[in-house]
């Protein structure tokens, strides 16, 4: 079995280039290059799997696998291909880093459980924990009674090292599930609980992966979590001081942000220092839904959470992001890095029709140095799209390399399984839906599994064994 070593890199560049070197060294060990890409059921891939490693000190270079254990292979079998890496056709698990995937940690927890109004936690006569977030959403009866929030939601990082293992990943870069601290009245209420928060996560991170890197020595399977923060977004001060302690935490690469920023929404020209800050700390800015748009628009029909969550969470992104666009924000701060959750929304269908909008105002127009789609352009999206044909299209508006893949964990569990067992269809369809839309091209499959959040999210400095 050939095992492959990927020399440690201290920089971004360097780990980005040898990730994408290794990726030429699988092909030309295969037999053929059309043996390259080979159909895989998680059973095989699992029996005839290889393996690769490397050794680094703390906080260094990206080493490309361990040994599948028990989970199954990277992609399902139904459509998906593994990775042959040998010519006795073995089929190496793929690095995968999992940047859209929440937790509510015990403190955020504790506040949801002790709260009377949305969004809360409330025990039903059965004992079972169920959780309201979302705006309205107990005065519909399809929906006031929430949805049930289990260990795999706090029990960390138990249930997250779970979760990994089940589907083959090496690291998750984990955020508080919304409102995050959008809810909180007094600002300083917000900033201390941000500060106490983001060290909650910190040391959460810390001792998971000190802890798996001790478990590593013994069983070879190494798991490692890094975190986004939170802000207490209805204090500018609050929110620039909060980034440059954010900026010192070495497992928190970003913050994890809503729509309404101070209330106004993201375009509020008061934010602009907290966009100062977090550009000048090259921090990565996870823009995530929680708001969705007017719910008369849904109709007066019981739907329960599809269309809030289907279009209602993709429309208050396209909106919110449109709306930075013409407000100037990325001609006044082009270094902020956006990640946005569900591949953008609708952004990218629409981008050619905000470009001819724009291009026939001339009002809007002479305030912008470029058309509206140059600016999606230079954002990151996560492959959170459930479809071909929609990954597909933000990819070609944006390229390859600006998609980095994710779950949405522990959100939208199976139903006809145990979670903790069974494959989650919120995985594989989008796994699917990138081997799918990436036409098979395993270099382009292996920077969206883990490359491009190497090279953007971390920075390039992942730990190693």
């Known amino acids: 079995m050939e095992i492959i070593i990927l ?68 992609l399902p079998s139904s459509s998906c291909r593994a990775l042959s890496t040998s010519t006795s056709s073995a089929a190496a698990q793929p690095v995968i880093v999992d940047v859209h995937t929440h937790v509510y940690l015990p403190r955020y927890m504790d506040m949801l459980r002790a709260r009377r109004t949305v969004p809360r936690v409330f025990t039903t006569p059965t004992g079972q924990d169920r959780l309201l977030i979302l705006p309205a959403e107990e005065e519909a009866s399809s929906t006031a009674a929430g949805r049930p929030i289990g260990p795999e939601y706090h029990n960390q990082p138990a249930a997250k090292h779970a979760f990994m293992r089940q589907h083959g990943f090496r690291a998750s870069v984990i955020s508080l599930g919304n409102p995050w601290l959008d809810f909180i009245e007094r600002d300083a209420d917000a900033v201390d609980l941000a500060a106490h928060m983001n060290e909650d996560m910190e040391r959460l991170c810390a001792s998971a992966n000190a802890a798996a890197r001790k478990a590593a020595n013994s069983d070879g399977d190494l798991l490692l979590l890094y975190g986004f923060g939170v802000l207490p977004t209805r204090s500018v001060d609050g929110c620039v001081a909060e980034v440059a302690r954010i900026a ?54 019981e739907n329960g959470h599809v269309l809030p969550l289907a279009l209602g969470f993709p429309f208050e992104t396209t909106m919110a992001v449109s709306r930075l666009i013409l407000a100037g924000t990325f001609d006044r701060h082009p270094d902020l890095k956006l990640l946005l959750a569900h591949s953008g929304g609708t952004l990218p269908f629409l981008a050619g029709r905000l470009d001819s909008c724009v291009a026939h105002d001339p009002h809007v127009a002479a305030r912008l140095r470029h058309p509206p789609s140059r600016y999606l352009k230079s954002l990151l999206y996560d492959a959170v799209a459930y479809h071909p044909a929609a990954l597909a299209a933000t990819a070609r508006l944006v390229g390859w390399d600006r998609l980095l893949f994710g779950t949405d964990h522990p959100f939208f569990p199976p139903l006809d399984a145990d979670p903790e067992v069974g494959r989650w269809r919120s995985v594989d369809d989008n796994l699917a839906a990138l081997e799918d839309a990436a036409e098979g091209d395993a270099a382009v499959v292996e920077r969206v599994l883990a490359g491009n959040a190497v090279r953007e999210v971390l920075g390039g400095d992942v730990e190693g064994l």
């Open 248 to 301: 010192k935490l070495p497992h928190v690469r970003g913050v994890i942000l809503g729509t309404l920023g101070l209330g106004a929404g993201l375009d509020d020209p008061r934010l602009d220092p907290v966009w100062d800050a977090l550009a000048a700390a090259r921090l990565t800015v996870f823009l995530h839904p929680h708001y969705g748009v007017t719910p008369s628009l849904f109709g007066d029909r």
């Open 7 to 74: 020399s440690l890199a201290s920089t971004a560049k360097e780990t980005t280039n040898m990730l994408l070197a290794s990726s030429q060294s699988f092909r030309s060990l295969t037999a053929s290059s059309s043996a390259a890409l080979l159909r895989s059921s998680p059973a095989s891939a699992s029996s005839s799997s290889s393996s690769l490693s490397a050794a680094s000190s703390h906080r260094s270079g990206l080493f490309l696998s361990s040994s599948f254990a028990a989970s199954a292979a990277f």
